[in-house]
Protein backbone atom coordinates (compact mmCIF):
# COMPACT_ATOMS: atom_id res chain seq x y z
CA UNK A 1 0.00 0.00 0.00
CA UNK A 2 1.26 3.60 -0.80
CA UNK A 3 1.94 6.30 1.49
CA UNK A 4 -0.05 9.34 1.10
CA UNK A 5 3.03 11.33 -0.34
CA UNK A 6 3.94 8.07 -2.69
CA UNK A 7 0.56 8.55 -4.24
CA UNK A 8 1.29 12.17 -4.80
CA UNK A 9 4.41 11.64 -6.40
CA UNK A 10 3.23 9.05 -8.51
CA UNK A 11 0.90 11.06 -9.72
CA UNK A 12 3.07 14.21 -10.10
CA UNK A 13 5.02 11.52 -12.18
CA UNK A 14 2.11 10.83 -14.34
CA UNK A 15 1.25 14.48 -15.00
CA UNK A 16 4.88 15.38 -16.04
CA UNK A 17 5.53 12.69 -18.38
CA UNK A 18 1.70 12.93 -19.81
CA UNK A 19 2.99 16.83 -20.59
CA UNK A 20 0.12 17.98 -18.35
CA UNK A 21 0.29 19.75 -15.30
CA UNK A 22 -1.26 21.04 -12.67
CA UNK A 23 -1.97 24.88 -11.81
CA UNK A 24 -0.95 26.11 -8.73
CA UNK A 25 -4.03 26.04 -6.67
CA UNK A 26 -4.18 21.89 -7.55
CA UNK A 27 -0.85 21.31 -6.68
CA UNK A 28 -0.55 19.48 -3.35
CA UNK A 29 0.90 21.33 -0.29
CA UNK A 30 3.51 19.25 0.75
CA UNK A 31 4.08 20.94 4.45
CA UNK A 32 0.37 18.92 4.79
CA UNK A 33 2.49 16.50 5.15
CA UNK A 34 3.85 17.07 8.63
CA UNK A 35 0.63 19.27 9.63
CA UNK A 36 -2.63 17.74 8.61
CA UNK A 37 -4.92 19.09 11.35
CA UNK A 38 -2.73 22.35 12.40
CA UNK A 39 -3.60 25.06 11.29
CA UNK A 40 -1.84 28.32 13.43
CA UNK A 41 -2.41 31.66 12.83
CA UNK A 42 -0.80 34.68 13.10
CA UNK A 43 -2.78 36.89 15.19
CA UNK A 44 -0.73 39.85 15.95
CA UNK A 45 2.91 41.05 15.59
CA UNK A 46 3.98 44.06 17.76
CA UNK A 47 7.35 46.40 18.11
CA UNK A 48 8.16 48.05 21.00
CA UNK A 49 5.01 47.45 22.08
CA UNK A 50 3.07 49.35 19.34
CA UNK A 51 1.20 47.09 17.90
CA UNK A 52 2.11 46.27 14.10
CA UNK A 53 -0.43 43.96 12.81
CA UNK A 54 -3.40 42.46 14.07
CA UNK A 55 -5.22 39.36 12.01
CA UNK A 56 -8.05 40.57 9.90
CA UNK A 57 -7.29 44.36 10.20
CA UNK A 58 -5.50 46.69 7.47
CA UNK A 59 -1.95 48.41 8.42
CA UNK A 60 -3.47 52.27 9.27
CA UNK A 61 -0.32 53.99 9.71
CA UNK A 62 3.75 53.34 9.23
CA UNK A 63 5.49 52.69 12.29
CA UNK A 64 8.91 54.33 12.91
CA UNK A 65 11.99 52.89 14.58
CA UNK A 66 15.44 54.11 15.31
CA UNK A 67 18.04 52.04 13.41
CA UNK A 68 20.41 53.14 17.00
CA UNK A 69 17.97 50.88 19.22
CA UNK A 70 17.26 47.42 19.13
CA UNK A 71 13.27 46.61 18.20
CA UNK A 72 11.91 44.23 20.68
CA UNK A 73 9.21 41.92 18.32
CA UNK A 74 6.58 39.71 19.73
CA UNK A 75 4.88 37.44 17.01
CA UNK A 76 1.64 35.87 18.73
CA UNK A 77 0.25 32.85 17.08
CA UNK A 78 -2.91 30.55 18.13
CA UNK A 79 -3.60 26.64 16.39
CA UNK A 80 -6.96 26.99 15.18
CA UNK A 81 -6.30 23.34 13.95
CA UNK A 82 -7.50 20.15 15.66
CA UNK A 83 -3.58 18.87 16.43
CA UNK A 84 0.00 19.82 16.17
CA UNK A 85 2.15 19.15 13.47
CA UNK A 86 3.94 15.80 13.47
CA UNK A 87 7.58 17.52 12.83
CA UNK A 88 8.98 20.50 14.18
CA UNK A 89 8.59 23.86 12.40
CA UNK A 90 10.98 26.36 12.41
CA UNK A 91 9.20 30.29 12.25
CA UNK A 92 10.81 32.38 9.46
CA UNK A 93 11.15 36.09 9.45
CA UNK A 94 12.21 38.04 6.15
CA UNK A 95 12.75 42.12 6.14
CA UNK A 96 12.66 42.95 2.34
CA UNK A 97 13.03 46.53 1.25
CA UNK A 98 11.30 48.52 -1.28
CA UNK A 99 12.97 47.41 -3.93
CA UNK A 100 12.31 43.64 -2.74
CA UNK A 101 15.86 43.29 -1.42
CA UNK A 102 16.55 40.96 1.17
CA UNK A 103 17.87 43.04 4.08
CA UNK A 104 17.93 40.18 7.14
CA UNK A 105 16.16 37.73 8.77
CA UNK A 106 16.13 34.86 10.24
CA UNK A 107 14.65 31.34 11.80
CA UNK A 108 14.39 29.80 14.79
CA UNK A 109 12.65 26.84 16.59
CA UNK A 110 9.57 27.76 18.50
CA UNK A 111 9.78 26.49 22.52
CA UNK A 112 7.36 25.04 22.56
CA UNK A 113 7.92 23.21 19.43
CA UNK A 114 5.08 22.90 16.76
CA UNK A 115 4.71 19.38 17.51
CA UNK A 116 2.82 20.69 20.91
CA UNK A 117 0.96 23.28 19.62
CA UNK A 118 -2.34 21.21 20.25
CA UNK A 119 -5.92 23.04 19.51
CA UNK A 120 -6.33 26.76 20.68
CA UNK A 121 -2.47 26.30 21.96
CA UNK A 122 -1.21 30.09 21.76
CA UNK A 123 1.98 31.52 22.24
CA UNK A 124 3.95 34.89 21.84
CA UNK A 125 7.70 34.47 20.78
CA UNK A 126 9.54 37.82 21.44
CA UNK A 127 12.85 38.19 19.27
CA UNK A 128 15.21 41.42 19.82
CA UNK A 129 15.97 42.80 16.61
CA UNK A 130 19.54 45.02 15.45
CA UNK A 131 18.07 47.73 12.64
CA UNK A 132 21.09 48.84 11.66
CA UNK A 133 21.15 47.01 8.44
CA UNK A 134 17.92 48.47 7.42
CA UNK A 135 18.87 52.14 8.79
CA UNK A 136 17.24 54.54 6.18
CA UNK A 137 14.81 52.40 4.88
CA UNK A 138 10.81 51.45 4.78
CA UNK A 139 11.39 47.57 5.21
CA UNK A 140 8.67 44.76 4.12
CA UNK A 141 8.47 42.31 6.66
CA UNK A 142 7.05 38.87 6.07
CA UNK A 143 6.67 35.51 8.38
CA UNK A 144 6.10 32.07 7.99
CA UNK A 145 6.66 28.55 9.25
CA UNK A 146 8.55 26.15 7.38
CA UNK A 147 9.10 22.05 7.93
CA UNK A 148 13.67 21.61 7.46
CA UNK A 149 13.65 17.98 8.51
CA UNK A 150 10.68 17.09 5.92
CA UNK A 151 11.05 18.72 2.88
CA UNK A 152 11.71 21.95 3.63
CA UNK A 153 8.29 23.44 2.43
CA UNK A 154 6.86 25.85 3.94
CA UNK A 155 3.41 25.78 5.45
CA UNK A 156 0.23 27.55 4.03
CA UNK A 157 -1.03 30.14 6.88
CA UNK A 158 -4.22 32.12 7.19
CA UNK A 159 -3.40 35.50 5.20
CA UNK A 160 -0.54 34.06 3.28
CA UNK A 161 0.29 35.15 -0.21
CA UNK A 162 1.45 32.50 -2.93
CA UNK A 163 4.53 32.59 -1.53
CA UNK A 164 3.91 31.00 1.42
CA UNK A 165 4.26 33.92 3.91
CA UNK A 166 2.71 36.39 5.17
CA UNK A 167 3.21 40.32 4.45
CA UNK A 168 2.33 41.47 7.81
CA UNK A 169 3.06 45.57 7.04
CA UNK A 170 5.64 47.95 5.92
CA UNK A 171 7.68 49.93 8.96
CA UNK A 172 10.17 52.57 8.12
CA UNK A 173 13.94 53.32 10.02
CA UNK A 174 15.75 55.51 10.78
Not at 18 to 34: I, Q
Not at 156 to 164: F, S
Request: net charge positive; with cysteine; proline share 5%.
Amino acid sequence: MFSRTAKLLSALTILTLTGMSLSAAERPDPARTFAKDFAPVLTKITINDKVFFEDGKKQTEQLTFSADKPAVIKYFFTNTGSAASTISGKIFIHFINQKGKYLMGGDFYPNPPTTKWDKDFTKVFSRTVNMKKCKGQNVKLFVGIYFPKGSGARLVMKNTRKDKRIYAGTFKVE
